[in-house]
């Protein structure tokens, strides 16, 4: 079964090889004391020590008659009735001391596997371009990781003990019947009402498919319901705005009575799968006894045989689990596998060579990107010599961010080459690539750590001076300083603690921190207010000088004194130039600026 379905997961064991293997001795210690201490206490010690003579002095085991009859086993002499006494609670603690150890280094097991999944899987995601999460909701993603990684737990860890347990289990209590049925006379029959197992496994694998299939719809319910929550939770103030609670608690109501009544079916054939082998082993029981009586069996060894087979339709039952786990596990393992196969369509070619520091020199040769079959970029040629200050300008949907994202590698292009400093960006290592590049975008990140760390993460090993130095430059240093703790103030989540205009300037000091030749500016004041746009503006023109620099724009203020223009309409540039000659030539950008200095009149 793992070679085939689960050997993507193997490889998890590997770190609680150990633990699992005490795990499953201990298991077979607690299979053996469990389903043969009991019937051998009921049908052989108990009515030996209860017997008269005779009985005492019979072996309690003996070979079949098949196999000769040689006795294995009496009671000691003198001592019979100790022997009686201490017989249960032996049994019962060698079958706890094995329950315990097997249950407990297999959870301990089953939490490193978990640990490792979630671990593999995020780093997964942090390979994975761009376009995977714009296919795949956020909620949608925590319930992968968080969620769905129990599935592997459950596959590898739980249904593996169970599949060495259970069968043992039920090898040891049909191994007592079928020894106390081949030393007796008609014994022969009372085995054929062993054939009622085949029954309860046909029954187990039935209900299975049904389970299987309501687990997958239960899956995709949750992930829907996730997802719903994170997307109210993360627009509480534009809720409130809009007056949508109550849209918003209908739309989660619903989501939830889908989710309700997909996990009540899936618990109707969860809980009837029990009653139904229960009542299938009380045929087969009901029948044994049957033939028991008339082929001439005593009460005990009946007695006996009823309790082994009791132990013998247990591990059916659990089987039958293990095979609705299976099929429970099976749609968390198929989404998680697709983050685990998900092709990284960037990724760094085998020979990929080390990039030093660049100049700067940009440069596109018939350049076409599409998402899907929708083309965002067609036939870009262009160069941009280092150094340069370039504006991006156009509608919404024309391909500015699109172009700016091509640099740095977060899509590659299906057709045409782009290459810095005359090296095809293909060939080169990403994480080279990246560290010439500092990016400044519209709605700055912020971790929910110290201001410190924030400006930090544009060069790990700078100083805290140079970080002062990198945020004083930044225009952040006297907001930082008026903070209660200065720079160890921790931003909150995503920064909110602090203001739109501080967060950009924490943003900004970072990029003056990492002091990469290439600057890509997305839209970096668009939220900010005028006043603050204005303060900020200049400490972008410092961060500026001696870059190249791409300016993704719509508010043109931030563009009156860049080196180049390019106007951008339907995914073509169509026009070039300075920002003088562009407005002369081109009909569109002498419209888009108008709009916005001399206003819609």
Known sequence: MFRGRYKLYLPYLKGSRTLLAFSLLAAVVFAAANAFGLPFLMGKVLPAVFGDEAARSAPLLSWPDALGGAPLLFLPKGYELLFAVAFLPAVMLVRGLGEFFSTYLLNLAGLRVIEAVRRDVFAKLQQLHLGFFGRLSIGDLLSRLIA???SV???????SNDLIVQPLTLAFALGYVVWVCLSHDGGYWFLACLLVVPAAVLLVRSVAVRIQRRTRQGMESASDLNSIAVENLQSAREVRAYGLQE????????ASQEGLRIQGKLVRYEKALSPLVELTAAAGIAAAIGFG???GFTLPELLSLIVAFYFAYGPIKRLGNV???LSMAAPGLTRLEEIILAPAEVADLDDARPLARVRGDLEMRDVTFRYGADPVLVDVTLKIPAGQSVALVGPSGAGKSTFVNLVPRFFDPQQGVISIDGQDLRAVRQSDLRANIALVSQEPVLFNESILENIRLGRPDATDAEVREAARQAGALEFIEAQPEGFLTKVGERGGRLSGGQRQRVSIARAFLKDAPVL???EATSALDTDTERSIQQSLALLMKGRTTLIVAHRFSTIRDVDR?????SGRIVADGTREAVYASSDLFRRLWDNQSKGPA
């Open 148 to 150: 769905d990684a129990n």
């Open 153 to 159: 737990r459950l596959v590898l860890v739980d249904v």
């Open 520 to 522: 890509i500016l997305d």
């Open 323 to 325: 095979a609705s786990r």
């Open 293 to 295: 009586a008339s082929n």
């Open 565 to 569: 223009v390019l106007v951008f309409d």
């Open 247 to 254: 849209r918003e608690a209908q739309r989660f109501n619903q």
